[in-house]
């Protein structure tokens, strides 16, 4: 017997993105609705290659009998009909940044603390981590195991899919403006984004990091453990999708390479591609449309005692927001909500 989803936000880069792992992960399905605003009813977003659903107005749609919602349409959107879906009955597994911190809302990695969906019935809501701390987490969690980690100092590169569709559309218009010498006029960033970095993401916060950078050390802290310091400076890079990332930690412990480099080998959803080699590590172009989180450029770091460095990517679409949201729910189907 299948399960009522609902996906929240279905036209955007997440929801669609929750319907095609959805169809692709064969999640067992009875019913399944796309909800937006009311500007997107009557569209049509594709489930699996050969089904189409007319998008719903998520404003008037009754949640009562379903039992899963999908919910990324916005923090602001998200803290208004989260609760109001889960006050129906409906389970929701929430992409958006509204519900991270809150004490009665499980923050979950299912490859990390997948324990932790049980505290959904505080509240009936799951939160999805931020895109740049859950493939940090997930590379993260068997080094912790192994040597217990002090602290994490990591770089990010972020792709501009993570600013939603209009943040790709201008990468893409102010790329053809450079090659054609139109002029180049910032919207959805701050500086332009063609041909450049952006050490900025999300807004700035009276100790001088950003809100995305305060994200990955707070969010780290609730998924994997509330001693490990974190320090994060967020990039966002002219990539369409993808995020990299430059890690470097240091442990309580001796750390030795050749077990740190097993352990990632055998992590659930880790990929250690590493050969120190011309091609022996991923880039972002390699990780998009793949569901791992892949590691690269393991070495040891002799400036600090117990250090390792290591370089990870992921699709940010993916792992980073709706294959995540969907392996949380197959755990809630597998573990809660048997039918």
């Known amino acids: ?30 019913q399944v609705a796309a909800l937006a ?21 998520l404003e008037t749609f009754d949640f009562t009998g379903w039992d899963i919602a999908l919910s990324s349409p916005g923090a602001k959107v998200s803290a208004q009909h989260s609760p109001r879906a889960a006050a129906a009955g409906c389970v929701v ?5 509204h519900f991270r911190m809150d004490p009665d809302v499980p923050l979950v990695v299912p490859e990390v603390n997948p324990g932790a969906i049980a505290g959904y019935k ?14 940090m987490v997930v590379a993260l969690k068997p080094l912790h195991d192994l040597f217990r980690i002090k602290r994490v100092v990591v770089s990010t590169y972020q792709s501009v899919s993570g600013a939603g569709k209009e943040a790709m559309d201008e990468l893409f218009n102010q790329t053809r403006a450079i090659y054609v010498n139109d002029p180049v006029k910032p919207e959805r960033f701050t500086k332009q984004i063609a041909f450049n970095c952006i050490p900025h993401i999300d807004v700035f916060m009276d100790d001088g990091a950003t809100k995305e950078e305060w994200k990955m050390a ?5 998924i994997l453990d509330p001693d490990v310091a974190v320090h994060a400076t967020c990039v966002r890079v002219p990539v369409f999708v993808s995020h990299a990332e430059a890690v470097n930690v240091e442990f309580e412990k001796p750390v030795d390479e050749a077990q740190a480099r097993e352990a990632l080998s055998h992590a659930p959803g880790v990929v250690v591609v590493d050969h120190r ?10 990780a998009t449309g793949e ?13 600090i005692k117990n250090g390792l460095s ?15 949201a969907v392996q949380i729910a197959e755990v809630l189907a597998k573990d809660y909500l048997k039918k």
């Not at 597994?93 to 940044?97: A, L, P, Y």
């Open 1 to 30: 017997m299948g399960y009522k989803v609902a996906v929240i936000g279905a036209t955007g880069n997440v929801g669609r993105e929750m319907l095609q792992t959805l169809a692709d992960r064969q999640f067992p399905v009875s």
């Open 37 to 57: 605003s009311s500007r997107s009813v009557g569209r049509e977003v594709s489930f699996g290659d050969d089904k189409v659903l007319k998008v719903q107005d």
């Open 93 to 97: 597994v929430d992409n958006t940044s």
């Open 122 to 135: 505080k509240k009936g809501i799951i939160a999805n981590p931020n895109c740049s701390t859950i493939q």
């Open 218 to 222: 707070v969010e780290t802290r609730k």
């Open 277 to 286: 080699a011309n091609e022996g590590y991923v880039t972002p172009v390699e």
């Open 291 to 303: 569901d791992a989180v892949y590691v690269s450029r393991i070495r040891r770091d002799p400036t």
């Open 310 to 324: 290591f370089w990870c990517v992921a699709d940010n679409l993916r792992k980073g927001a709706a294959l995540n």
